[in-house]
């Protein structure tokens, strides 16, 4: 199992810098890029601690409004500067999706959409890799179990999880 910003591809800046324009462009809030001090580290995550400590009013609408700015911010950075892949990432990817006894599957703090717009610009491919994200849960827990559970059938499968973050560790513990 493969975290994706910072383990298969070169975008954390990127995501970072267009996730906080895209908060403070819908909600007029800008939020700290600290993600160490947020309980969920994930895009979701992030955004319904921001919206709750806030009291920002039609959550639902403000986070497909903050999603959709985001996503456009995104496809914007990656048509003037492409996101590449972590020095080797699409050869072992490949390498392990050929095995008959491993199964690769994803799973990121981001949400899907943007997801696929970064492993598509530095040129991965992932279209028979199993995928959870942010769309299936704001906890980064719950998304590696779910990850876990389209693999295998069961999120208490034993897997090897890669992830650069803090609370990729702390999540996988």
């Avoid at 996101?83 to 994803?106: C, D, F, H, P």
Wanted: with cysteine; hydrophobic share 40%; charged share 25%.
């Amino acid at each position: 199992m493969f975290d994706i910003d910072g383990t298969l591809v070169e975008s954390y800046d990127l995501d970072s810098i267009c996730f906080i324009n895209a908060v403070k462009d819908v909600t007029g809030i800008y939020i700290d890029s600290d993600w160490s001090k947020y309980n969920h580290v994930t895009d979701s995550g992030i955004l319904r601690e921001v919206l709750t400590k806030n009291g920002i009013p039609n959550k639902q609408e403000t986070q497909v409004e903050v999603k959709k700015i985001f996503i456009e911010k995104l496809k914007k950075s990656i048509a003037d500067k492409p996101v590449r892949e972590i020095s080797g990432a699409a050869s072992l990817l490949t390498l392990l999706n050929s095995m008959n006894n491993v199964v690769v599957s994803l799973a990121t703090g981001g949400w899907w959409e943007s997801a696929i717009l970064k492993l598509e610009s530095a040129g991965i491919d992932f279209s028979s890799m199993i995928f959870a994200s942010s769309n299936d849960h704001y906890s980064r827990i719950e998304i590696m179990e779910v990850s876990a559970y389209k693999a295998t059938g069961d999120t208490a499968y034993p897997c090897t999880y890669f992830g650069d973050g803090s609370w990729d560790k702390e999540a996988w513990v």
